[in-house]
């Protein structure tokens, strides 16, 4: 009797994740289409399915990031953090430096305050990144830059 379950569950789990993984591959295509909003819909109905999945996570935060809602892609992408693929937690890293940085620009245009506080995380995101990806060309760029930005701030507050 423990066979026939066993057997009926291992296919059920099959289709569930086969289900899983088409929905995230159709959003990705939706994705790179630059149709954000739709690819966000399938993102987060396949989170609904597999609430775990840090790499959907990880992209939900990316269709976030391409909609300028920050807040949002920020969740999304902490939601992910504890990811144990090493060269996917450095993209989630990098990208977490990229959202905080977006951020800090939208919030250093109007003159807030807080800006500087998005740029220091986005600092922070980026040497993480390239603690675990010391090559990774654009993470030690865009740390420049935000270093840059965060001196240049300082400037401007003395």
Not at 28 to 39: I, M, R, S, V, W
Request: one cysteine or more; charged letters at 35%.
């Amino acid at each position: 009797m423990n066979r026939i379950i066993l057997f009926i569950l291992i296919p059920c789990f099959i289709i569930y994740a086969d289900r899983v993984y088409d929905k995230n591959k159709k959003a990705n295509k939706l994705y790179e289409q630059g149709k954000f909003e739709d690819a966000l819909e399938i993102y987060h109905d396949a989170l609904l399915e597999s609430p775990e999945n840090k790499k959907l996570s990880m992209n939900k935060g990316s269709a976030y990031y391409r909609l300028e809602e920050y807040d949002k892609a920020q969740e999304s992408y902490e939601r992910s953090l504890s990811i144990e693929d090493q060269k996917a937690r450095a993209e989630l890293l990098y990208n977490m430096g990229n959202t905080f940085n977006s951020w800090g620009d939208r919030m250093a245009s109007s003159g807030s305050p807080e800006a500087m506080e998005k740029y220091k995380a986005a600092r922070d995101s980026y040497i993480q990144s390239l603690d675990i990806d010391p090559d990774d060309k654009d993470a030690k760029w865009n740390l420049q830059l935000t270093q840059m930005k965060i001196k240049e701030m300082e400037k401007q507050q003395q």
